[in-house]
C-alpha cells in the first residue's frame, strides 16, 4: 500500500502466482486464499456512506453500501500523518497499515473477517482498508472490565473459531499477535471472526529445520500478553498467540480479565508473578483446556491446532 497502480497491479499477480491464491470482490463472498486487490479508483464510484462504525489501530472505521446493495466496513487511514510515524527505523505506521490488510487477505477464512480491497486514490491524502462488515461488532466492548460470564456452549465456540482462524494464520507464517475478546466480530450468520490485525506479524520459516523466526516486539495488549514476552524478549509468536487464546476463554467462561492493573509495566509484572486463577472454573475439561494453553513454558503449551483438538472443545 503506498505503490503506483501499475506497481500494485504487477505485484497483485506475482502474489497469485507466488501464494496459490486467488483474488476476490466485496460481492462474491468467497473466503478462499487471496491476494489483496490494490485499486486507485475513487472509492465513492463503488461504495456509498452509510454511518460510522468506530476507531480501529490505523484509522477511523466506517459502513459502506456496495452499487449491488451489500454492506461493508471501510477504514479510512490518513497516508501523511502514518507515514510520519516510524515504528522503527526503516518502517513507519503506513507500512504497518498495508501488513495489516495484506495478512488478512493472505490468511482468508470463515473464521477471518475478510478483507476485499487496499484502495488509494490517485489523488487525495487518504487510503481505504475494505472489509467484511459484521454486523454484531465486536464480542466484548471496549471499556466492559466485566461482563456476564458466556455459556459454556458459546464460549466453546467462541475458542473454537479463534483457535480454527489461528490455524489458518500459523500455516501462512502469520502471528496475529493480538487475540482477545475485543477482537472478535461478530458476523449476522452468527459467526465468529478473528479480526483487527494490526499488531500481526509476518515470520520467516526456515526451510532447513522448519522453524519459524522469533518475534522481537511486545503484543499488542498487556493483558493477553503471554509471560516470556513480557520482557521484551524474543518470543515465539504462535504459542504467544495460544496464550492470548487461554486468556480470552478465561474471560469469556469468567466474565472477568485475569490479569488487570494500571498500565503496561505493572500488568507485565503481575503476569510475571501471578498464574491465572482456575479454582472458579468447575468444567473439568475446561481447567484442563486452560491449564495447557496457559502453561509458562511455552514449549510446554499447546499449539493452536492442539487446542482445536482439545476435548473441551470436541465435547
Known amino acids: 500500500m503506498g505503490q503506483c497502480a501499475s506497481n500494485a497491479a504487477s505485484k497483485g499477480d506475482d502474489d497469485d502466482s507466488r501464494r496459490g491464491v486467488v483474488s476476490t470482490s466485496a460481492d462474491d463472498g468467497d473466503t478462499k486464499k487471496r491476494s489483496l486487490i490494490k485499486t486507485t479508483q475513487p472509492l465513492s464510484a463503488r461504495y456509498a456512506y452509510v454511518d460510522k462504525l468506530g476507531h480501529g489501530a490505523f484509522g477511523e472505521v466506517y459502513k459502506y453500501q456496495t452499487t449491488t446493495g451489500g454492506v461493508v466496513a471501510v477504514k479510512a487511514l490518513d497516508k501523511q500523518k502514518l507515514s510520519r510515524i516510524r515504528t522503527s527505523s526503516h518502517r513507519t505506521m503506513m507500512d504497518d497499515a498495508i501488513d495489516e490488510a495484506e495478512f488478512m487477505a493472505v490468511c482468508a477464512d470463515e473464521h477471518v473477517v475478510g478483507v476485499y480491497e487496499w484502495c488509494e486514490e490517485a489523488r487525495g491524502d487518504t487510503a481505504y482498508i475494505v472489509m467484511e462488515f459484521c454486523e454484531r461488532g465486536a464480542l466484548v466492548s471496549d471499556d466492559a472490565d466485566r461482563f456476564e460470564p458466556f455459556e459454556d456452549s458459546r464460549a466453546k465456540a467462541v475458542i473454537r473459531d479463534i483457535c480454527s482462524a489461528l490455524v489458518v494464520c500459523h500455516a501462512q507464517g502469520v502471528v496475529h499477535y493480538d487475540v482477545k475478546p475485543q477482537n472478535v466480530l461478530v458476523h449476522a450468520s452468527g459467526a465468529y471472526k478473528l479480526g483487527d490485525f494490526g499488531s500481526a506479524k509476518r515470520v520467516e520459516k526456515n526451510v532447513q529445520d522448519g522453524t519459524y523466526a522469533l518475534v522481537r516486539t511486545t503484543p499488542g495488549t498487556p493483558a493477553f500478553t503471554a509471560p516470556e514476552c513480557c520482557e521484551g524478549e524474543p518470543c515465539d509468536g504462535f504459542k504467544a498467540d495460544v496464550w492470548s487464546v ?35 472454573i468447575s468444567d473439568e475439561q475446561c481447567r484442563d483446556f486452560l491449564a495447557k494453553v496457559l502453561d509458562r513454558d511455552p514449549a510446554k503449551r499447546l499449539t493452536a491446532q492442539q487446542a482445536l483438538e482439545h476435548a473441551w472443545l470436541a465435547s
Open 246 to 280: 487461554g486468556v480470552t476463554a478465561h474471560a469469556l467462561v469468567t466474565g472477568s480479565y485475569a490479569y488487570q492493573a494500571e498500565g503496561a509495566w505493572n500488568t507485565y509484572q503481575l503476569i510475571l508473578s501471578q498464574d491465572v486463577d482456575l479454582s472458579q
